[in-house]
């Protein structure tokens, strides 16, 4: 049972656009939601997170948006640059499990041409 | 700034051997962990360990693997007998309570 469905498997965008990468989740408890970027051959970079008792969240040119009724959220990277281009994961955690696991979506590859 | 490191950063090994990957958590960190990811699939959660001992395994988590907090800096996990379908890429990640920082990762291939 994949626990976070993650889309597009993979995203074109031009530079300058909006790149929107959407994850959905089923498990209730989970209350923690990070967004993970990977460079090939290099290890997952945190790049953003949220908790459910907010509906967004800014850094920089990167926001989540949360809509915990749909057990949905997605990452928005305004001005997509090329030096974007990466895989992205959206992840969800749930302090429940005593460990924090992170269950990772299939990941997103990005494409930013210039 | 603080970092997770990993030794080696690849690994071959024979099928049925024993192998050992290093860690080095962020030094002020209370939870760790490792995940692997099978080329150009997901990452995978294996195993956490707080207050050394494991807090949490997946079911790819089994008797054929094992984790240890030898010292106080260092984090290992020791696959006994390496099967070719044990071949991945493996991150170790440390976090205060949430927050996860992953390291670069050992190529473990199994010949």
């Known amino acids: 049972q994949q626990q976070v469905k993650q889309s597009p498997q993979s995203l074109i965008v031009q530079k300058g656009g909006i790149s929107i990468i959407n994850c959905a989740y089923e498990n209730t408890a989970f209350d923690y939601f990070p967004w993970y970027q990977q460079f090939p051959g290099k290890g997952p970079a945190l790049l953003i997170a949220i908790r459910p008792d907010v509906s967004e969240k800014k850094e920089g040119r990167f926001t989540i948006s949360f809509n915990k009724s749909a057990k949905q959220f997605s990452l928005h990277i305004m001005d997509s640059q090329p030096g974007d281009s990466a895989t992205y994961f959206c992840?969800?955690?749930?302090?429940?499990?005593?460990?924090?696991?992170?269950?990772f979506g299939k990941g997103t590859s990005l494409l930013v041409t210039p | 700034e603080p970092e997770v490191t990993q030794t080696p950063s690849h690994q071959v090994t024979q099928m049925g051997q024993e192998v050992i990957l290093r860690c080095v958590p962020i030094?002020?960190?209370?939870?760790f962990y490792w995940y692997r990811q099978i080329l150009g699939q997901k990452v995978e959660f294996l195993v956490s360990?707080?207050?050394?001992?494991?807090?949490?395994k997946s079911e790819i988590f089994d008797d054929q693997f094992s984790v240890e907090r030898p010292d106080g800096s260092n984090f290992t996990l020791k696959i006994r007998s390496t099967k070719l379908e044990d071949s991945a890429m493996y991150f170790c990640?440390?976090?205060?309570?949430?927050?996860?920082?992953f390291g670069p990762g050992t190529r473990l291939t199994v010949l």
């Open positions: 990640a440390s976090s205060v309570v949430n927050e996860q920082f």
């Open positions: 992840a969800a955690s749930s302090k429940a499990n005593s460990g924090y696991a992170l269950n």
């Open positions: 030094s002020n960190h209370l939870y």
């Open positions: 360990f707080y207050n050394n001992e494991i807090s949490e």
